[in-house]
């Protein structure tokens, strides 16, 4: 098989309907796993898809489309993941077939909750893939800015560079710029912590801290994820390049980051429940808040706003106090 064959991607959302565009740009075909029978209906009908991402058209004659988990794995060589993490196990459990020779590439932006495993982690692990046959997919990058033609970067990340080029070289095209990473672990984690920072940014949003205080957070967020980073998986990297730094940033400032619009929520006085309820989309950070706490109990870094925001989350402390709280850390 010449790699990466046949695209199966996994999922539906705005972030699928991103990737499969620009997969379209440079495959003659996709295979689309969508569990909707109704959502799949309407997407031919419409040659769009009807809830996320809505004025990009499609070739449909050029997308072979499913909700049979199992049969759309059959018929791919390469599964690219694109589901919200806290569905992620309730979807792929479903698969019963082998899938041990398949390439896998994530570009989800979460870790699998209950366990705190990375994605590509449990893919190993729960099917057997083999790690040189897994990929990251990363930002800077966000969904809105691809489907509006907007120039966009993304970071493909592989144990074997090659591949990652290679599956990159499907994905690059005149407004999407692609650069590769041996940095696998690294790239997941950072794309989990950058979620959790961009809560924090929106809650200053939202509180009214000013600019200078949310300069004063990301640039000490970047600190707190690269000591993270490299305590639980020490190799040399550089925090500054984009799939890091950058991701951190568009993620914390951008108004199409449903994470920094949560946390915003959060600040201008609803409640945690609340701005759950009010949010159309998974707000990822919300999750990989608990996990990354989880994670962190074992290996004690020091992570003032990680502990921050998941007091705000997960324990009613008052955001007000507890952003004074982490602020009182930053140099």
Same mark, same amino acid.
């Given at each position: 098989m010449?790699?990466?064959?046949?695209?199966?991607?996994?999922?539906?959302?705005?972030? /699928?309907?991103a990737?499969?565009?620009?997969?379209? !740009?440079?495959? !003659?075909?996709?295979?689309?796993?969508?569990?909707?029978d109704?959502?799949?209906?309407? *997407?031919?009908?419409?040659?769009?898809?009807?809830a996320?991402?809505?004025?990009?058209i499609?070739?449909?004659?050029?997308?072979?489309f499913?909700s049979?988990?199992? !049969?759309?794995c059959? #018929?791919?060589?390469?599964?690219l993941?694109?589901? %919200?993490?806290? =569905? *992620? @196990?309730?979807?792929?459990?479903?698969?019963?077939?082998?899938?041990?020779?398949?390439?896998? /590439?994530?570009?989800?932006?979460?870790?699998v909750p209950?366990?705190n495993?990375?994605?590509?982690?449990?893919?190993?692990?729960r099917?057997?893939v083999? %790690?040189?046959?897994?990929?990251?997919?990363s930002g800077?990058?966000?969904? !809105?800015e &691809?489907?509006?033609?907007?120039?966009?970067?993304?970071?493909v990340?592989?144990h074997?560079? *090659?591949?990652?080029? @290679? *599956?990159a070289?499907c994905?690059s095209g005149?407004?999407? @710029?692609?650069?590769?990473?041996s940095?696998?672990?690294?790239?997941e984690?950072?794309?989990?912590?950058?979620n959790?920072y961009?809560?924090?940014?929106?809650i200053?949003?939202?509180?009214k801290?000013?600019?200078n205080?949310?300069a004063m957070? &990301? $640039?000490?967020?970047i600190?707190?994820?690269?000591?993270?980073?490299?305590t639980v998986?020490?190799?040399?990297?550089?925090?500054?390049?984009?799939?890091y730094?950058?991701?951190?940033?568009?993620?914390?400032? $951008?108004?199409?980051?449903? #994470?920094?619009?949560f946390?915003?929520?959060?600040?201008?006085?609803?409640s945690? @429940? /609340? /701005?759950?309820?009010?949010?159309?989309?998974?707000?990822e950070?919300?999750?990989?808040?608990?996990c990354?706490?989880?994670?962190?109990?074992?290996?004690? &870094?020091?992570? %003032?706003?990680?502990?921050?925001v998941?007091?705000?989350l =997960?324990?009613g402390?008052?955001?007000?106090?507890?952003?004074?709280?982490m602020?009182?850390?930053?140099?």
């Amino acid at each position: 098989m010449n790699f990466p064959g046949t695209i199966a991607v996994m999922g539906g959302g705005s972030w /699928a309907t991103a990737l499969a565009k620009l997969l379209l !740009e440079n495959c !003659e075909s996709i295979i689309w796993y969508m569990r909707r029978d109704d959502r799949i209906a309407d *997407f031919k009908r419409l040659r769009r898809n009807p809830a996320y991402l809505s004025d990009v058209i499609f070739d449909i004659e050029r997308i072979e489309f499913s909700s049979d988990i199992n !049969e759309a794995c059959r #018929n791919a060589d390469t599964l690219l993941l694109v589901m %919200p993490s806290p =569905y *992620f @196990k309730a979807h792929v459990d479903k698969i019963t077939i082998d899938i041990s020779d398949k390439y896998v /590439a994530s570009a989800v932006k979460g870790i699998v909750p209950d366990g705190n495993q990375l994605i590509s982690t449990y893919m190993q692990r729960r099917f057997g893939v083999l %790690p040189e046959r897994t990929l990251v997919v990363s930002g800077p990058c966000h969904a !809105e800015e &691809v489907a509006l033609g907007r120039q966009s970067y993304l970071t493909v990340g592989g144990h074997d560079l *090659f591949m990652a080029e @290679k *599956f990159a070289s499907c994905l690059s095209g005149k407004t999407l @710029k692609t650069i590769t990473s041996s940095d696998v672990d690294g790239i997941e984690y950072a794309a989990v912590l950058k979620n959790v920072y961009s809560i924090a940014a929106g809650i200053v949003h939202g509180l009214k801290n000013g600019d200078n205080f949310l300069a004063m957070l &990301v $640039s000490n967020a970047i600190r707190e994820m690269e000591r993270f980073i490299y305590t639980v998986y020490p190799r040399p990297r550089q925090i500054c390049d984009s799939v890091y730094l950058g991701d951190l940033l568009v993620t914390s400032y $951008s108004r199409f980051s449903r #994470n920094h619009n949560f946390g915003s929520m959060i600040g201008r006085g609803y409640s945690v @429940k /609340a /701005a759950r309820m009010e949010m159309e989309q998974t707000a990822e950070g919300y999750y990989g808040t608990k996990c990354i706490h989880e994670i962190n109990e074992r290996y004690d &870094v020091p992570m %003032p706003i990680l502990d921050g925001v998941f007091d705000i989350l =997960y324990r009613g402390i008052n955001p007000s106090k507890a952003i004074a709280k982490m602020s009182d850390t930053f140099i």
